[in-house]
């Protein structure tokens, strides 16, 4: 039901991660990742948000970023282990894992803080994030 | 036994056997028959219980499945299916009355292996909740 | 007043015993998907299964005997073993997903990995029911499980916009950018969360465990007729949660801890702790009611002594079914299968499996045999064929929609 999952569930169904025939297909998956990652992205602000305000136990923050790091990570690796069926593809695949790569590093920052009880470091660190949100929005719209 | 004439299709079969105690001991899985010596229609002499008997009456592939699980629970050459006798059947309404307890039914036996060897040794088995 | 205490205490039980982790996942991810679309299915289970539970409580209560006990007498052996096998497996499925279901509310709350609760809580689970009473049991779990009442708290706190919710629900559009099978589909896995086929099991063998009788009918029917509703909107609420919080920012939640933003953004830590609670009673109690359901539907399918209410020694049998599932269902979830997923799975089954697990109901509740003059209404029946035809449409449509939508991708 989840995006995520289904991600995953179709490339077992489309033969793991070997070629996928067509650009179309290609495509959409790329499009469903972005989802999934801006969702992991959505997930962190509002719990940096939450964090700024006072109002979540650091137990709880510590585990959604964990969490969002996590779904952004699957979601990136199950991608990056299809095939690219064409040139065209290959450039989609580049510009992808650029706007990926931002949100894992960042994703990945908050994670370390959140583990060391630096909470209040947070709301600065998740600084890119809304711009990376709306990126991964837009390829997300264009592609899905 | 009174001779009531019950039609044994809807009254009897799968009916459930309840002990003198008031305790479940079993459907009625299926029935025996005996053809009287002396000509007559047969007449009903007891009870089959047990995964043994029920596998026969559903047949096919379910039925031949359902008889493997049995066989492979009870182990040991006794391949019958439990029995009831008929003289212990002390009425018939929604459930079958028997007027035994049901440890001195053949039917108990997976039941009382099933205690001796495996729930009767967990603490507590012998009290009621609290 | 003693009356008045019991019968209260019966329907709060209801309300709290309503939710578990099939409805935490399908009215989450459905309001975050599709907002208040698909509200409307959750009153249609609703109706449902009140309808249905008073059905198989009434059975219980007038002949003594839980329902399944009789769907073998009524249908033949051969149609209750397929209504078995079905039912039981759908159950299996739904036990691993609350024992999983368990094990995450404790991570939210400790932080250790989940994997290592699923055994601890196995144990748990199967100590309380080899143990505590029944009515203990039922009781203290379901006034746990009321403390999921913080996520309507929360929304009232929030203040919504509660004219556009209200639109959402009764205009049942789909929203853009969406496509219709995959709205149809998350509403089926919402019906099949609703109306899962344990609860009818749990709800007739409950009345023979706790000894009701026919004047207990009304006890039922209050039970039943105002508890599972309330239940329902506490369902709603976590929908109406994910539609105003989690939906405009495209979260999909696939972690508890998503699930728990909504509360925890209006209502702080506190409101935050009151939902774990909420989450682990709801859970637990589910992990034990559906454990007990596959020894119900066992036994009393092939007749051993079953239930609560004897030594564990008089059912050893039973006691056994429900100790092996319980010991498989933890096995389960020890796979790192995630256990979202198998909730998933569980609630999309049980769908597919509904008209099979309710037929059977409608059949017993009609019989003046068991009945005597408690057999169903005119207007009970009507509306009972009408749910039963509406069921084996979702039934038939389950597959190919899963198949087609990719299972709601």
């Known amino acids: ?144 | 036994m009174s001779g009531r004439v019950l039609e044994a299709g809807l009254h009897l079969l799968d009916r459930q056997l309840i002990d003198s105690n008031g305790r479940l001991a079993g459907k009625v899985d299926d029935l025996e028959l005996e053809v009287p010596s002396g000509g007559g229609p047969p007449v009903l002499t007891a009870i089959l219980a047990g995964p043994g008997a029920l596998s026969r009456r559903i047949g096919g592939r379910l039925g031949a499945w359902l008889e493997a699980v049995a066989n492979r629970l009870r182990g040991g050459d006794d391949r019958r299916p439990a029995r009831v006798s008929f003289g212990v059947v002390k009425g018939i309404g929604s459930a079958v009355d028997l007027s035994v307890p049901r440890v001195d039914l053949e039917t108990d036996r997976l039941e009382a292996w099933t205690r001796d060897h495996l729930i009767g040794h967990l603490p507590g088995a012998g009290h009621a909740p609290e | 007043m003693r009356r008045l205490f019991s019968v209260a205490l019966g329907i709060l039980t209801a309300i709290g015993g309503f939710v578990d982790i099939g409805d935490i996942v399908a009215n989450s991810e459905t309001g975050a998907r599709f907002g208040m679309s698909l509200a409307w299915v959750v009153v249609v289970g609703v109706i449902g299964i009140c309808l249905f539970a008073e059905m198989a409580g009434r059975v219980a209560t007038v002949s003594g005997r839980a329902v399944f006990d009789l769907v073998r007498e009524r249908l033949g052996a051969r149609m209750a073993l397929v209504n078995l096998v079905a039912s039981f497996f759908i159950t299996f499925l739904t036990l691993a997903a609350e024992i999983g279901g368990v094990a995450l509310a404790i991570e939210l709350a400790t932080s250790v990995n989940y994997l290592l609760w699923v055994p601890i809580v196995a144990f748990l689970v199967w100590l309380v029911v080899w143990r505590v009473k029944f009515d203990v049991m039922e009781n203290a779990f379901g006034l746990l499980g009321l403390a999921l009442v913080v996520a309507a708290v929360a929304l009232w706190r929030l203040g919504p916009d509660w004219g556009g919710l209200l639109h959402g629900a009764t205009h049942p559009v789909v929203p853009q950018g969406e496509g219709h099978p995959t709205w149809w589909f998350f509403g089926i896995a919402l019906l099949g969360a609703a109306m899962t086929p344990y609860e009818v099991f749990f709800f007739s063998s409950g009345a023979v465990e706790e000894g009701w009788s026919r004047g207990d009918l009304i006890t039922n029917r209050l039970n039943v007729y105002i508890g599972f509703p309330l239940g329902g909107l506490l369902s709603l609420a976590l929908m109406a949660g994910a539609t105003l919080f989690l939906e405009p920012r495209g979260i999909e939640p696939g972690h508890l801890s998503q699930v728990a933003l909504p509360t925890l953004l209006v209502l702080g830590k506190l409101g935050l702790a009151v939902l774990l609670v909420g989450f682990f009673a709801a859970t637990f109690g589910a992990a034990l009611e559906t454990g007990l359901s596959c020894g119900y539907s066992i036994a009393q399918y092939f007749g051993f002594q079953w239930g609560k209410f004897v030594r564990p020694a008089d059912a050893p049998r039973f006691h056994l079914v429900v100790l092996l599932s319980i010991l498989a269902g933890a096995g389960l979830v020890l796979t790192t299968v995630d256990p979202i997923t198998v909730t998933e799975y569980s609630i999309v089954l049980s769908a597919a499996a509904l008209p099979l697990t309710y037929f059977p109901i409608l059949v017993v509740a009609n019989d003046p045999d068991y009945m005597g003059d408690k057999v169903n209404s005119r207007f009970t029946n009507a509306l009972g064929s009408i749910y039963l035809l509406l069921l084996l449409v979702v039934a038939v449509a389950t597959i190919p929609l899963m198949i087609l939508t990719k299972a709601g991708s």
């Open chain 1, 1 to 144: 039901m989840r995006r995520s999952w289904v991600v995953a569930v179709m490339l077992l169904v489309g033969g793991c991660t070997g070629p996928v025939r067509s650009s179309p297909v290609y495509e959409s998956k790329a499009g469903q990742t972005a989802e999934v990652v801006a969702s992991a992205v959505q997930t962190a602000l509002l719990a940096v948000d939450a964090a700024e305000d006072g109002k979540a136990y650091g137990r709880y923050l510590t585990q959604v970023l964990v969490e969002a790091e996590e779904d952004a990570g699957a979601a990136q690796g199950t991608f990056d282990g299809i095939q690219p069926p064409d040139d065209r593809a290959d450039e989609l695949r580049a510009r992808l894992d650029e706007l990926l790569g931002d949100a894992t590093d960042t994703l990945a920052d908050l994670r370390i803080a959140a583990r060391r009880g630096r909470f209040a470091e947070l709301p600065e660190l998740a600084r890119p994030l809304p711009e990376v949100a709306a990126k991964l929005d837009e390829f997300a719209e264009a592609h899905g």
